[in-house]
């Protein structure tokens, strides 16, 4: 009969070698998923390119590959503000004043 019983570190071995460690998780080549980039808009106060500015929280739930065309969508857009905003007439001018007496 032995006199020899197993301390607290024998037994904290013995229960390692029954549980292997866990692996650790395999490494993932898939893309992430689209997320959010958290860039406020802030209004404009002009419809136009306000419309066109909230278009591009559009990109938000798309993947990378699909920005492009909101990009250039909302590039094209805001282009079309601009040409619009050359296009408008000029005010008339005033008539001279004939001040003959």
């Known amino acids: 009969m032995s006199d020899w019983m197993p301390g607290?570190?024998?037994?904290?071995?013995?229960?390692?070698?029954?549980?292997?460690?866990?692996?650790?998780?395999?490494?993932?080549?898939?893309?992430?998923?689209?997320?959010?980039?958290?860039?406020?808009?802030?209004?404009t106060g002009h419809a136009g390119v306000d419309a066109r500015l909230e278009r591009l929280a559009d990109a938000d739930h798309l993947a990378a590959d699909g920005h492009t065309e909101v990009y250039e969508d909302v590039h094209r857009g805001l282009r079309d503000e601009l040409t619009a905003l050359d296009a408008r007439p000029a005010p008339a001018p005033t008539p001279a004043h004939d001040n003959r007496s």
């Open 8 to 43: 607290p570190d024998t037994a904290q071995q013995g229960e390692a070698a029954a549980a292997p460690p866990a692996a650790p998780p395999a490494p993932s080549f898939d893309p992430a998923p689209p997320a959010p980039l958290g860039v406020a808009r802030t209004p």
